[in-house]
């Protein structure tokens, strides 16, 4: 009952801004506040287990969500130029090129995760202000680079035109993107819970991320883990950026940096180490920010910090977080 | 040369600043029970972590059969067939009492599902709490729970630090009762301030004052020391 506690009061908040608002609006904002609170969970489910696991700040997630969104785009460009797969009326045409732009995605940025776990990470396990300093350059090195391959300007991501425009379901307007992201959302967040809840590895991770001392005194290389689990969490922003790009049918050189902020909060709200944590945490600054900004657009920044004072005040471990 | 399972030499040991062991040596003999006593901060924890690899010596050595072992990180020393039971239990809350020790089990074969049923034996409240979360055991299961994770390994040494810390007498009785059982089965290198459990259990004492060994013998010989006692333990 305990633990299902924050869930019920998260969902009586949410429908308290159907007093403002026609149901038809309502829905609307719901389905675009799910969608980018499925993005943002993306990015910070991986924050929150590179956290939770091995205490190590990652400034640099945001700029791998960025290069996840390059990479992607331009794989996606590639196609579209060469046969023309994101114009085509083809489900499979379009299917394939989303698959190839997530595939490039993830093979980039699990690169990328493991390149900068071994040579900058590694050196400043559990020193908090070093691997701050250390990912904030790495960020700016890693954003230049993409000014440098790709240029400084934002660029228009092509979208595969099944997942173009809406639906019409019962006079609700649906745009197709949001439900993709949705449905994404939904299948990392099962195959995380699976791989962490049914295999040995999964188990090792939840032991680590509890107590990352007895895990290795238990003779648990945690280092090999947490290689996998930073790389993981790398293919995660990578996904989550492409993801965005599709959104917002955009890439810029800066957009990883702007939705680290939201990631960190979601990590707090969530509570360090937890998955769960994340994606309700997400789901509720996604929702929250899509209903101000639509009711009161200039606190819609404020609200999600906001959430997070309120739910630290009320639970200083986070929504799901265990004391450690 | 008499047989030695463990041999720490005139080890050092730093935390920040803080120079916290000066010099500790001591030969643990094979299939014995070694306590070692000392007051609050004398350096008995910090000895276990050193050997364990959670602390790296600024000086001196660890031999595990013979092969030093102080530069190997501590996943490497637990491979060696050294199992620990840090001070505070070290349980893992938020998973069940069955994943604690499944995680610890480095190997699920049929000699590790032997010892866990043997073990389980000897804990019956394992048992009967095996899927609740373990932080909703006791403290006394909890203390059970620690020592079984270190016993599901075919490990040679159990190195157990203050198993009786914060618990009711009648579950120190119990707990004195299952570790002779272990001690067919490993050699126990134990700290413990409870002097009558100590004494119920070890067979070779070593005095750790101020970071340095300072005497060793046999139990009995310090059970009839009263002077040594009073001097380095205050009873």
Known sequence: MKARAPLLVALAVLLLPLVFMDLRTYLTLTVAGLAMGMLIFLVAAGLTLIFGLMDVLNFAHGALFSWGAYAGFSAAVLLERRWGWAASPSVAANGLLLLAAIAVAVVVTVGLGVLLERIIVRPVY????????????????????????????????????????????????????????????????????????????????RAGVENGEMIQVMGHNIYRYFTGVFAAGSALAGVGGLMWAIFSQSVRPTMGGEQLIFAFIVVIIGGLGSVTGSLVGALLVGLSYNYVAYLVPKAAIGVTMALMVIVLLLRPTGLYGAAK | MDTTILEVEDLHTHIGQHHILQGVSLRIRPDAVTVLLGRNGAGKTTTMRTIMGVLHPTRGAVRFDGRPIHHLPPYEIARLGIGYVPEGQGIFGTLTVDENLRVAALAEDAASGRRLKQILDLFPDLDRFRHARAATLSGGQKQMLSIARAFVNPNRLLLIDEPSKGLAPIIVLHLVDALRAMKQHATVLLVEQNFAMASALAD????????????????????????????YLGI
């Not at chain 1, 240029?151 to 173009?164: K, R, W, Y």
């Open chain 2, 204 to 231: 070779d004492f070593y005095l750790i004052d101020d970071g340095r060994t300072v005497r060793h013998g046999s139990m009995a010989s310090l059970a009839a020391d009263h002077e040594l006692k009073k001097k």
């Open chain 1, 126 to 205: 559990g020193q908090h202000l070093f691997q701050i300093l250390i990912t904030l350059g790495a960020t700016i090195v890693l954003e230049e680079l993409i000014r440098i391959v790709w240029g400084p300007n934002d660029q228009v991501m092509p979208v595969p035109a099944t997942i173009q425009g809406s639906w019409d379901v019962a006079d609700v307007v649906v745009l197709r993107v949001p439900v993709v992201a949705i449905g994404l959302g939904l299948a990392v967040y099962a195959g995380m819970q699976a791989l962490l809840n049914r295999t040995r590895i999964g188990l090792i991770v």
